[in-house]
């Protein structure tokens, strides 16, 4: 199928299918999939300024499903959304003037630039999520180990529902004291600086104008170890975010030529059914083993971006 | 007699089936027809071009979250 807009002759069928486990996975780790979504089109030959605008267009469709559910379910806070939905479009618009600038250099170097930071930004998350999951596993078996032998509950002892070895840092956090100060019912949250609030919305921004996606690969883990956000509301609030910024960035990118709506639609079609499947299968799994199982996803997207930079080489 | 679970990964896959075969009908009959009208509007009128693809994107998924869930009721009811 020829799709006119960036010149490209990709098979539908590839589109689809990538849109359904992109969706699953969405679905499942509440992410945009963006990670997967941009080396997928990357790797059949679509230039990176469209990856990065026709990707943010195909996860507002994905998320306005997504987050309608969240909304139901009473895991979106509101308050916490709007906020962060300010410093978002700040940061967007500062990654998609990146883009705009390394044009001027060529298209080569947008895609060399733009593929060596994702590749980095994917390990990067990789690394730290896997050793996260793990400490947290670790911490929680000792405090099991502990509770057998004391004959204490492993609640007496201070275990959580949702717990992360890094909640100290949001504590950390928490304590800073830069005026105007915050209440986030919702999160369960007494004081945080509204500061605090918009920069962690301002670099995700960043991320998610330059590289493309919502970059709740980047947000979501970043409201949960720094801002101490319970990891469903996480999850809601992001995804009622992203509906948002990223109606936004697809504006703003269509605009400056970088949206192929047609790539997104048809990926799109695919990805609605694969984030059911995928929202459905999350109570059978839950706790830190589901951020364990998440740790191979964006190294997988960094060896196909890594593979078409070196080869030069599209698997069309 | 069918168990339980074979019966519910036979329903899945009917309904599966079903939404691929809409789903290929919507692409080449709905998507391929705006194609030309969309490169059209790409090239000359790029603001108008931009809250059009928005308007599609999120069109689309109001559409297909509604079909989707009908699917997903269709297979927990069969399944029960």
Do not use: C
């Not at chain 1, 002759?9 to 689809?16: A, C, D, Q, R, T």
Request: aromatic share 10%.
């Amino acid at each position: 199928m020829d799709f006119l807009v960036s010149q490209t002759h990709i098979s539908p069928f590839y589109l689809v299918i990538i849109g359904f486990i992109i969706g699953i996975l969405g679905g499942f780790f509440g992410v945009g999939g963006s990670f997967l979504a941009g080396p997928a089109l990357f790797a059949v030959g679509v230039p990176m300024n469209f990856v990065v605008g026709t990707d943010l267009a195909h996860i507002v469709g994905k998320s306005i499903v997504a987050a309608k559910k969240h909304r139901a379910l009473g895991n979106v806070d509101l308050k916490l959304g709007f906020i962060m939905v300010i410093g978002t479009i700040a940061g967007v618009e500062v990654g998609a003037q990146g883009i705009e600038w390394l044009k001027h250099f060529g298209q080569a170097n947008v895609d060399q630039v733009v593929g060596i930071i994702f590749v980095v930004v994917l390990i990067s998350i990789s690394a730290f999520v896997g050793w996260e999951s793990w400490q947290t596993i670790k911490m929680q078996r000792d405090r099991e180990r502990e509770a057998e032998m004391s004959g204490v509950g492993a609640r007496e002892l201070g275990a959580k529902e949702d717990e992360s070895a890094f909640d100290h840092i949001a504590r950390k956090i928490h304590g800073i004291k830069l005026r105007p100060m915050m209440k986030l019912r919702v999160s369960g949250i007494e004081r945080v600086s509204l500061w605090a609030i918009l920069l962690v919305a301002f670099v995700g921004g960043v991320f998610s104008g330059f590289l493309g996606g919502g970059a709740g690969y980047i947000r979501m883990p970043a409201m949960v170890y720094l801002l101490g956000v319970p990891t469903h509301v996480a999850v809601g609030t992001d995804l009622f975010e992203i509906v948002i910024s990223a109606s936004y960035g697809t504006l703003t990118h269509a605009i400056k030529g970088n949206v192929d709506i047609m790539i997104a639609l048809v990926m799109h079609t695919g990805a609605a059914i694969g984030a059911q499947i995928g929202a459905s299968s999350t109570e059978y799994f839950r706790g830190p083993k589901i951020r364990l199982a998440f740790v191979p996803l964006p190294l997988i997207g960094a060896a196909i971006v890594i593979y078409s930079l070196l080869s030069g080489k599209h698997l069309k | 007699m069918e168990d339980k679970p074979t019966h519910a990964a036979r329903s899945f896959l009917i309904e599966l089936l079903v939404y691929a075969g809409l789903v290929v009908v919507y692409v080449f009959f709905v998507i391929a027809f705006l194609g030309n009208r969309l490169d059209a509007l790409y090239q000359h009128h790029k603001i108008r071009y931009a809250f059009a693809a928005l308007l599609l994107i999120i069109g689309q998924g109001v559409v297909l979250e509604m079909v989707t869930s009908i699917l997903l009721k269709l297979i927990r009811s069969r399944s029960e």
